[in-house]
């Protein structure tokens, strides 16, 4: 079987499940078990799979129609451009989280600020940040040890030097207003949604995932100490669900944000919400 044959028949396997991104999918296990550019498989779609290729690549793609998530496959997601090691521990990093780091990137002017990210995950925003500001002063926390881990792991593959511990959102970290900006992707997703038998949030740790019975209690937990962190003038700012914007928006007006809005991801959706907290107090 050539590498085109097998790629067509991934395909087909793939779309006959719904599958909309299936050539996408079937090239990234060609890349992957081949070691391949995608270059590589257009410049020679007739190469012959070996045995074993073949039998790696129908063993992976037995698994992604298994519902087995891709990234955890491959063992490795794109983010901000960067490569990032993923495992079962942690949610698997979304392009729309990029709106979150292009929006911290625009509100923090500051040439060595110091910034903190709650719920870390892979380390996927703090990397993404510290990769465009160098000199920025980076802390990443997450209550779970694996994440943990496997933050510490990519910081050091990609030789980003950011701060990752293990915390309870503020739990290890010191009260004091030493943080110029402050984002989240926390958990989101009330615990009766229906999403959460669907796709890959099936698999995905639902720590990461569930927040209470409207899915805004990590919001709530993050609010109650982020006025002892955040320096005056200094931004919040958080990835939320499809429908939560105008009820984040209340909940950090209450708490004493200024300049409160939400923001568009590529789809259309509202997908990140921020304020500013108050030069003066109130």
């Known amino acids: 079987m050539t590498l085109s044959e097998w790629r067509r028949q991934a395909i087909a396997a793939l779309e006959q499940q719904g599958h909309v991104d299936a050539d996408f999918q079937a090239r990234s296990l060609l890349q992957h078990h081949l070691g391949v550019s995608d270059a590589h498989l257009f410049t020679w779609p007739e190469q012959p799979l070996t045995t074993p290729q073949a039998a790696e690549l129908e063993a992976s793609l037995a698994q992604r129609l298994a519902g087995q998530p891709l990234a955890w496959i491959l063992g490795h997601w794109h983010f901000w451009g960067l490569p990032l090691k993923v495992s079962p521990a942690t949610l698997i990093p979304r392009a729309d989280t990029e709106i979150l780091v292009a929006e911290a990137l625009a509100r923090c002017m500051q040439p060595q600020a110091r910034v903190l990210d709650l719920g870390t995950g892979t380390g996927a925003i703090a990397l993404a940040l510290k990769s465009e500001r160098p000199d920025w002063q980076i802390d990443a ?3 779970q040890p694996q994440a943990v881990a496997l933050a510490q792991h990519n910081a050091k593959t990609l030789q980003l030097d950011i701060q990752v511990w293990c915390s309870d959102w503020w739990q290890a970290v010191a009260a004091a207003p030493v943080y110029d900006l ?3 992707n926390p958990p989101y997703i009330a615990t009766d949604d229906p999403h959460l038998r669907q796709g890959d949030l099936r698999y995905e740790p639902q720590t990461a995932l569930v927040a209470g019975e409207d899915g805004l209690d990590a919001y709530r937990a993050i609010l109650e ?5 955040l320096k005056p ?4 700012i958080f990835e939320q669900g499809y429908d939560q914007a105008e009820a984040l928006c209340e909940l950090l007006t209450q708490a004493g944000f200024t300049q409160v809005e939400w923001l568009r991801d590529w789809a259309g959706n509202p997908r990140v919400t921020l304020g500013m907290w108050p030069l003066e107090p109130r």
């Open 225 to 229: 100490g982020v006025s002892s962190r």
């Open 233 to 236: 003038g200094g931004w919040l």
């Open 141 to 143: 926390v997450d209550q």
């Open 182 to 184: 402050i984002v989240s």
